[in-house]
């Protein structure tokens, strides 16, 4: 007789994020048991209310909202909650109050469950994994932020609607922080092998460096531009937080710019922030060194040393 295998992951934070996160993976097939937690539990009822009213049309998951004793044998635990930036809010503010809620979450999970992935999305989220790594005392291969695995896909978009190639023969990654620091790493940017500044000689459609400036500036600002027309980002981010489950439960070896602790690669240290990773069953196998040019090495330091500077502003212990 075969042996059932149990997928299980939790989500915390029943919000936007939280919410489509679920309920993406509820389509995807991916798993077979989802955990809804939300401070707010009629938030979280109610959704996992609206997502059972569909399983005759998906694939058998069991889905419920619990409390913390219900992420015990996760193979996942996500967490996506986590308060908004007020009007007047520093980012550092913010920072300090998000780290606060992140002690209570992980003092909680830690109860129920010490050999779990987590899987971090609440902003910022690079901080954030930090914090989490941290507070968890997990191996830091089990503490996964979701980094710049959006903003690779919203360039990887961005550069295939521009030359008018499938998004998934463009190939190029968003290195750093997940936020106003970010890097758009163009000399390792291809086309089916071809690199970028070739591929630009013969298309010849347009300035390329005014462009290339255009679509990075798109790419940095595009939850700003997406928040300011319909208030939160959610659709593009639950796709990257399933296409990350996917290579951890299906053990893929995906490279994937997910954000983890870097010890020493491109000059940094004790900081999270996103580079090419391996990813698979185990969380982070491998963070990759891949060759950049001085300038992107450049920006990349100094994405990574605007990290630590807030980092050192918060008090963990
Ligand atoms: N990393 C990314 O690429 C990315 C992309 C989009 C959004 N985000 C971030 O995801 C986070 C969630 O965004 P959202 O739009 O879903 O926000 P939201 O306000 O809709 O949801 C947050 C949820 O967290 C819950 N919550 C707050 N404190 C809690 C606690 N202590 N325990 C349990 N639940 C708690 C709230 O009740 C709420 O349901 C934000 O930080 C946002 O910036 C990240």
């Known amino acids: 007789m075969l042996s059932k295998v149990i997928k299980k992951v939790t989500v915390i934070g029943a919000g936007f994020v939280g919410s489509t996160t679920a309920y993406t993976l509820m389509i995807s097939g991916l798993v077979s048991e989802i955990v809804l937690i939300d401070i707010n539990t009629e938030k979280a009822e109610g959704e996992v209310m609206d997502m059972n009213h569909g399983m005759p049309f998906v694939r058998p998951v069991k889905i419920y909202s619990g409390s913390y004793s219900d992420c015990a044998g996760s193979d996942i635990i996500i967490i996506t909650a986590g308060a908004n930036q007020k009007k007047g809010e520093t980012r550092i503010d913010l920072v300090k109050r998000n780290t606060e809620i992140f002690r209570g979450i992980v003092g909680e999970v830690i109860k129920y469950s010490t050999d779990s992935i987590l899987l971090v999305v609440t902003n910022p ?75 630009c000689n013969e ?84 963070v990759l060194t891949v060759p950049l040019n001085s300038e992107e090495k450049n920006k990349l330091l100094a994405s990574g040393n605007s990290l630590k500077e807030i980092i050192n502003s918060i008090d963990l212990f």
């Not at 609607?161 to 499938?166: F, I, R, S, T, W």
């Not at 990257?240 to 994937?256: F, M, T």
Request: charged share 20%; proline share 2%; aromatic share 8%.
């Open 125 to 199: 989220v690079d901080i954030l994994t930090y914090v989490t790594y941290k507070l968890s005392g997990f191996p830091k291969n089990k503490v996964i932020g979701s980094g710049t695995v959006l903003d690779s896909a919203r360039f990887r978009y961005l550069i295939g609607d521009h030359v008018g190639v499938d998004t998934r023969n463009v190939h190029a990654y968003i290195l750093g922080e997940h936020g106003d620091t970010e890097v758009a790493t163009w000399s390792l940017t291809n086309i089916a092998g071809i690199p970028m500044e070739m591929f």
């Open 203 to 286: 298309c010849g459609k347009c300035k390329s460096g005014s462009t290339k400036e255009e679509i990075y500036e798109n790419v940095k600002n595009a939850a700003y531009q997406i928040i300011n027309k319909k208030g939160a980002t959610y659709y593009a981010v639950a796709l990257a937080v399933r296409r990350i489950v996917e290579a951890i439960v299906r053990n893929e070896d995906s490279i994937l710019t997910v954000s983890s602790l870097l010890e020493g690669q491109y000059g940094l240290s004790d900081v999270c922030l996103s580079v090419p990773t391996l990813v698979n069953k185990d969380g982070i196998d491998k």
